[in-house]
Structures are given as structure tokens and as C-alpha cells.
């Protein structure tokens, strides 16, 4: 499974992003798609999941009322869209693909993305 993230740039406090995530390869082995961020030094944060099959999705509590997730199944990409920005969301955001294991955990993900940067100015 590859996937590729996109959609990462400057934004002022307050301001919107969509990101995008492309996740090719064998589909069959990936039961779902998550978002994870990372601030440098620090570890990667569940933000949010959603299941191909049925577009059931979970949220981290730090993002739940201001993050979306979505799916466009034919074209195979996940969206995280992401409103009511902070200084504190700059980050590199990651996508993952969950093979096994609890969806909140990073090490149900063993495929990655390459991240893509996301910085809020003030």
C-alpha cells in the first residue's frame, strides 16, 4: 500500500486546509485510513480515521468539533478537513494505512505516507 499526502501550507489563525491522501496499491489489505501529526520532538497524535467500507469514522478528542474526515472511494483518497485553525495544529500531518489493531494506535498502521507540512501563523 503507498499513499501520498498533499494539501499542507501557510494558513492564518482561524483559516481552513483540506488535506488530501492517495492510497494506492493493494487495497484489499487496508481496512482503513487515518491522520496523525507529529510537532517536532514530540510523538505522532491520532487525529482522525475512517473506514473504506463503510465510511465509519473516528476522532481524537483534540480535533473532534474542528476536523473532518471523508473518503472518495473510486478515486481511493481520503480529505481531512481541517477549520477554526491554531498556532498549536502546525505540525507535519501523516497519513496511515490500518492493517490490524485499534484504530487509535499508531501501530496499527504499518504503511505511510510522507507528510505533508502544515503551518498556522498568528
Known amino acids: 500500500v503507498q499513499l501520498q499526502a498533499s494539501g499542507g501550507g501557510l494558513v492564518q489563525v482561524g483559516g481552513s486546509l483540506n488535506l488530501s491522501c492517495a492510497v494506492s496499491?493493494?487495497?484489499?489489505?487496508?481496512?482503513?485510513t487515518g491522520w496523525f501529526r507529529q510537532v517536532p520532538g514530540g510523538e505522532r497524535e491520532f487525529l482522525a480515521a475512517i473506514a473504506w467500507s463503510d465510511g465509519r469514522s473516528w476522532y481524537g478528542s483534540s480535533v473532534k468539533d474542528r476536523f473532518t474526515i471523508s473518503r472518495d472511494n473510486v478515486k481511493r483518497v481520503v480529505y481531512l478537513q481541517m477549520n477554526s485553525l491554531k498556532p498549536e495544529d502546525t505540525a507535519v500531518y501523516y497519513c496511515?494505512?490500518?492493517?490490524?489493531?485499534?484504530?487509535?494506535?499508531?501501530?496499527?498502521?504499518?504503511?505511510w505516507g510522507q507528510g505533508t507540512l502544515v503551518t498556522v501563523s498568528s
Open positions: 496499491g493493494d487495497a484489499t489489505s487496508s481496512r482503513d
Open positions: 496511515a494505512a490500518r492493517t490490524r489493531g485499534s484504530v487509535y494506535f499508531i501501530d496499527s498502521y504499518p504503511y
